[in-house]
Nanobody, 120 residues
């Protein structure tokens, strides 16, 4: 399993970024995928998940209405569109594969992360 995140960088408060995660080494369209993040000095925080068939998406409360998760099973890629960014969104963002096709299953594989910094 390989997960490679990209798209991080510096954004101004209120700005937007789109993260991508390219997956390989497994049958991508069989698994739920998630994004999680770790802010400086803090623990890991789950951000969002998407079902294998794209029909269902899930968000942490603080991201609802600002972040949008999507996936392209033909390209083995999952995305995170982040709008209305806040300084507290500054973190290392990780892509993760779930154990099964169930949202309730844990995450068993992680990328190395892409850094998002929100600052004026």
């Amino acid at each position: 399993v390989q997960l490679v995140e990209s798209g991080g960088g510096l954004a101004q408060p209120g700005g937007s970024l789109r993260l991508s995660c390219a997956a390989s080494g497994f049958t991508f369209n069989n698994y739920v995928m998630s994004w999680a993040r770790q802010a400086p000095g803090k623990g890991l925080e789950w951000v969002s998940a998407i079902s294998s068939d794209v029909r269902n998406t899930y968000y942490a409360d603080s991201m609802k209405g600002r972040f949008t998760i999507s996936r392209d099973n033909a390209k083995n890629t999952v995305y995170l569109q982040m709008d209305s960014l806040k300084p507290e969104d500054t973190a290392l963002y990780y892509c993760a594969k779930h154990l099964t096709n169930s949202y309730a299953s844990g995450m068993d594989s992680w990328g190395k992360g892409t850094l998002v910094t929100v600052s004026s």
